[in-house]
């Protein structure tokens, strides 16, 4: 992270970094979509030891980048969520 010198350059970097995330998001869920058809029942498909596992993983990634890792919990367990729905979706339609 650089240094701005104004405002405008700030929010130039702000929406730079929002353009990256969304692209990963979006990247992301391809891949959610693509584990329905791995999984063998719904159950697999909401795998809370998983979800608990990825929830720890980013935690400590918050706490190596400096991010504050109830921020980054709390946006991991909505996006996760968001991304079981959808994948349940996906499974109910695969089988």
Do not use: H, W
């Not at 130039?12 to 979509?33: C, H, P, S, T, W």
């Not at 720890?56 to 909505?78: F, G, H, N, Q, V």
């Amino acid at each position: 992270m650089t240094d701005c010198k104004d405002l405008n350059e700030v929010r130039e970097n702000i929406d730079r970094i929002d353009d990256q995330i969304i692209r990963l998001i979006a990247e992301r869920g391809g891949y959610v979509k693509q584990a329905a058809a791995f999984k063998k029942n719904e159950e697999s498909v909401r795998d809370s030891s998983r979800v608990e596992a990825v929830i720890l993983k980013a935690r400590t990634k918050a706490e190596l980048y400096d991010a504050d890792p109830d921020l980054i919990e709390k946006l991991y367990r909505s996006m996760i969520n968001s991304f079981i729905n959808i994948e349940m979706k996906e499974f109910k339609g695969v089988n």
